[in-house]
């Protein structure tokens, strides 16, 4: 019991001794008493053996009427108790008098984490439409990679078939063309007196359809029966000629073709318009002011011959030539 208990020594005896230690400290005077009593004890030393310890068991035992302290421990047991118990109470009272802030924080805790299983819950149903997302993206791509490497098989195995077939058709485009009559060779005054002898009146009013087929024949065609330009998509107006190299080249929307015939077909195209107008000013002035029906033919004439010049005059524009286009791509399609 008193192992290690080296703090019991003289100097607390001597604390013990004094008296207003026992007035201010009887609950602990009975229990120093009997510790002290059963310390030496253990000790195997009598309680006489000591002066001190006889002085101080003589005072305890002599001048403190034990009866009347232990009244006085209990009723300072008592006072403390019920200063314990005032103090819990009012803890209590704390406690009741703010019931209404800890009930509200209470409710405000538990919104708080009905707001928060909320959220969670529309998490999880989000992660759940996410995973299947992912999951019906991953099984998309994965058939398209897997169509994709068929038609790559396909590829490979229709590749050498693809050449060949590309091949025949460059050698096809070649044998229309002639490499010794090239568009690059064409000159602007053999051009000029070509059409001058060979485009009629007759040829001015077929319009743009008539002067493609008349470009044809006199001017595309070559005299060893191949041609300048040929078409090879009538649709988006591709077109191939030889260099002088004989390099093959595209024209696209026969760009090439209408800058060479350009000034000469509008000088001579007119010419034609002029004496068109001419003749009809001539007839006008030889009718009579009584002849309504063949002024208002030759004015017909007039307005048509316009149309017709306005029309050839602009075989090249891209924004009025759309007869001229189609019916070239038509004949020289290859």
């Not at 191949?226 to 002088?244: E, G, H, P, Q």
């Amino acid at each position: 019991m008193y192992q290690g208990k080296i703090d019991f020594n003289d100097n607390l005896i001597s604390e013990i001794l004094n008296e207003d230690f026992l007035d201010n400290n009887k609950l602990h005077c009975i229990s120093m008493m009997i510790e002290y009593m059963l310390y030496w004890t253990s000790k195997n030393v009598s309680i006489s053996d000591s002066n001190k310890r006889y002085d101080f068991l003589s005072y305890f035992m002599n001048n403190v009427n034990l009866a009347i302290h232990c009244d006085s421990c209990k009723e300072y047991c008592i006072l403390m108790a019920s200063q314990e118990t005032i103090k819990e109470k009012n803890k209590l009272l704390d406690i009741i008098k703010n019931k209404d802030l800890i009930i509200n924080d209470l409710y405000k805790k538990i919104n708080e984490n009905k707001d928060l299983q909320l959220k969670y819950t529309k998490l999880e149903v989000k992660y759940e439409d996410l995973k299947e997302q992912h999951e019906k993206t991953i099984n998309k791509l994965e058939m398209k990679i897997s169509q994709c490497d068929s038609f790559i098989q396909t590829i490979a195995r229709e590749g050498s078939n693809k050449v060949t077939t590309t091949n025949n058709t460059i050698n096809n485009i070649r044998n229309q063309l002639s490499s010794t009559y090239t568009l690059d060779k064409l000159e602007p005054k053999k051009l000029e007196d070509t059409i001058r002898e060979h485009y009629t009146e007759r040829d001015f009013f077929g319009g743009q359809k008539r002067l493609a087929n008349f470009f044809f024949e006199k001017v595309i065609k070559t005299p060893d029966d191949k041609m300048l330009i040929c078409c090879t998509d009538t649709s988006r107006k591709k077109f191939k000629i030889l260099d002088l190299s004989g390099n093959m080249k595209e024209d696209i929307e026969a760009r090439s073709l209408c800058d060479k015939l350009k000034v000469p077909t509008q000088l001579i195209t007119k010419e034609i318009y002029d004496k068109v107008i001419d003749k009809i000013d001539q007839e006008k002035e030889r009718l009579s002011s009584d002849d309504r029906l063949r002024r208002e033919k030759l004015l017909d004439d007039t307005m048509r011959a316009q149309q017709v010049f306005i029309d050839n005059m602009n075989f090249d524009d891209l924004n009025y030539n759309q007869d001229f286009m189609h019916e070239l791509c038509v004949i020289l399609n290859v």
